[in-house]
């Protein structure tokens, strides 16, 4: 075999083991701890894994779980409970595929070098769930918020249908 084959091969092989072993967007729980600074990590990856945990909980149904991704004053202020389970009662299936648009920074500052302000407003769409129904899921959510720490988590979900009507609210609409 010559020089120039065995490279190709290698490049082929590793080129097979890259694909093979890509990462992929589980449902599975994933555990937050909002109280931690993100600053070591990309948004885009806390946005993303933020995404997954509320399409598992849409899935499952699970108010509590969905719940605890709200920030405490968005959950002292809102009547969580009746707004999850009417959000819920308007998501019809369990979603087969999604993607995540615009999972980046929505806006961040800083005072004397250290970050005091993140927040974020990534957007899940093209949600196809197996009753065939399409929806897109927006929420803004703080991951730094020293001056008021009760800030820190989802402000807002919205769902909306697959004409981007507005059909469900959970938290404050103000924050979108």
């Given at each position: ?28 729980s994933l ?48 009547n969580m ?17 999604y993607s ?77």
């Open positions: 075999m010559s020089m120039l084959m065995k490279k190709h091969l290698g490049v082929f092989i590793l080129l097979i083991t890259l694909f093979l072993t890509g990462c992929s967007l589980g449902t599975e555990d937050f701890d909002f109280g931690t600074d993100y600053s070591h990590h990309l948004v885009t990856d806390y946005s993303y894994n933020l995404s997954a945990e509320i399409i598992r909980c849409f899935n499952e149904k699970d108010s509590e779980g969905l719940k605890s991704l709200f920030c405490t004053n968005t959950q002292n202020y809102y409970d009746s707004e999850i389970l009417n959000t819920f009662n308007c998501y019809n299936g369990v979603s087969e595929s995540v648009k615009y999972a980046s920074r929505a806006g961040d500052a800083y005072k004397d070098g250290k970050m005091y302000d993140e927040h974020f407003r990534p957007k899940i769409t093209n949600i196809v769930t197996d009753t065939g129904n399409i929806y897109s899921i927006e929420f803004t959510a703080y991951s730094v918020h020293d001056y008021d720490p009760g800030w820190v988590g989802i402000g807002v979900i919205v769902l909306y249908d697959s004409e981007e009507n507005v059909i469900a609210v959970i938290g404050g609409y103000d924050w979108i």
